[in-house]
T-cell receptor, first 115, second 111 residues
C-alpha cells in the first residue's frame, strides 16, 4: 500500500523559533498533499492544500505567512511553523493523494510542543 | 458551510455489534470515508462509499444514503483493540480530493 512518512515525529522548540516538518510519499507520486492540525480530543482541521509546483491553498483563518508550505516535488511537501508560540503546540498530520484521488494516505503525524 | 455530525462517545461490550452514525450537510459530495484513529496516531482508512448501499469488509461495514445525507459504520464481533476514535469524512472536492472531517466518535470497548 501507499506509504507516507513524516519527520520529525516529535519536536520541542522554544517560543519564537521556527520548525520545519517534512512529509514524503515513499512509493507513489503525490499530486496533492494536505496539512492538518489536531488538538487533543478534537478532529482534524484542514490547514492547507498543497499541489506540486504551485502555491498552497490555505483554509480560512490559517495564516499563510506563519505556516509556510512548500511542495517542491511529487514526493515531498514541507510545513514550516514560523515564530512558533505555545498555542501552536499540536499534532500536525499530512496526507497525500495520487492521481486517482481515491483516498488520502496519512502520515504518522508530528507532535509539536512549543515551550 | 460544511456540517458533519457524529456522536461524541459510545460504549460497547466485547463481542457485540455497534453502529456509529454520521449525518452530513456539505456544499459538495464526492464520497464518504470512515477512518479509525488511535490516540496519538494518524487516521487509518476503513471504508469508502460513493454510491448508496452497504459496503462490507470483514468485521466492518459502511452504509450510505445520499438522499438522506446519512452514513453509518457497523463494527461486528467487537474486540478490545477496536477502542479508538472513528472519523467520518466527506470528500467535497473532486479535483483536489479535499475532505471535511467530523469531530469523531470515541468508542470504548469493555470486557
Amino acid at each position: 500500500g501507499a506509504v507516507v512518512s513524516q519527520h520529525p515525529s516529535r519536536v520541542i522548540c522554544k517560543s519564537g523559533t521556527s520548525v520545519k516538518i517534512e512529509c514524503r510519499s515513499l512509493d507513489f507520486q503525490a499530486t496533492t498533499m494536505f496539512w492538518y492540525r489536531q488538538f487533543p480530543k478534537q478532529s482534524l482541521m484542514l490547514m492547507a492544500t498543497s499541489n506540486e509546483g504551485s502555491k498552497a491553498t490555505y483554509e480560512q483563518g490559517v495564516e499563510k505567512d506563519k505556516f509556510l508550505i512548500n511542495h517542491a516535488s511529487l514526493t515531498l511537501s514541507t510545513l514550516t511553523v514560523t515564530s512558533a508560540h505555545p498555542e501552536d503546540s499540536s499534532f500536525y498530520i499530512c496526507s497525500a493523494t495520487d492521481r486517482s484521488v481515491y483516498e488520502q494516505y496519512f502520515g504518522p503525524g508530528t507532535r509539536l510542543t512549543v515551550t | 458551510g460544511q456540517n458533519i455530525d457524529q456522536p461524541t462517545e459510545m460504549t460497547a461490550t466485547e463481542g457485540a455489534i455497534v453502529q456509529i452514525n454520521c449525518t452530513y450537510q456539505t456544499s459538495g459530495f464526492n464520497g464518504l470515508f470512515w477512518y479509525q484513529q488511535h490516540a496519538g496516531e494518524a487516521p487509518t482508512f476503513l471504508s469508502y462509499n460513493v454510491l448508496d448501499g452497504l459496503e462490507e469488509k470483514g468485521r466492518f461495514s459502511s452504509f450510505l444514503s445520499r438522499s438522506k445525507g446519512y452514513s453509518y459504520l457497523l463494527l461486528k464481533e467487537l474486540q478490545m483493540k477496536d477502542s479508538a476514535s472513528y472519523l467520518c469524512a466527506v470528500r467535497v472536492d473532486t479535483n483536489a480530493g479535499k475532505s471535511t472531517f467530523g469531530d469523531g466518535t470515541t468508542l470504548t470497548v469493555k470486557p
